[in-house]
């Protein structure tokens, strides 16, 4: 079981910056690659970013590359999303998710565990 807790979220200009973070509970966390998504008010949720269990292969969806950029500190069991160059479009709530294993998964469904998520509001 794995339980995960983001914090970090708020109210930013376009243009601005947030970071989130993700802890996780237990011992085996860097057994699990992570995700983060997003679902604003009235639209399906959607995969943002994705990193495997050691860290070392990200990758991102094309709305956020370049502006995005995930992380993960096993020691800590925490993972990060740095949001730079903000857009009023960025504004959702945004959850982080666990699955076990290195496979890159985009899809919500194929992820075990999840966060309760934090809002991020973006204004013009």
């Known amino acids: 079981q794995v339980q995960l807790i983001e914090s970090g979220g708020g109210l930013v200009q376009a243009g601005g910056s947030l970071r989130l973070s993700c802890e996780a509970s237990?011992?085996?966390?860097?057994?699990?690659?992570m995700g983060w998504f997003r679902q604003a008010p009235g639209k399906e949720r959607e995969f943002v970013a994705f990193?495997?269990?050691?860290?070392?292969?990200?990758y991102y969806a094309d709305s956020v590359k370049g502006r995005f950029a995930i992380s993960r500190d096993n020691a800590k069991n925490t993972v990060y999303l740095q949001m730079n160059s903000l857009k009023p479009e960025d504004t959702a709530v945004y959850s982080c998710?666990?699955?076990?294993?290195?496979?890159?998964?985009?899809?919500?469904?194929?992820?075990?565990?999840w966060g309760q998520g934090t809002q991020v509001t973006v204004s013009s």
């Open positions: 990193i495997r269990t050691s860290g070392d292969s990200t």
């Open positions: 998710a666990a699955r076990l294993g290195m496979l890159l998964k985009t899809t919500s469904s194929q992820y075990e565990y």
């Open positions: 237990g011992r085996t966390f860097s057994r699990y690659s």
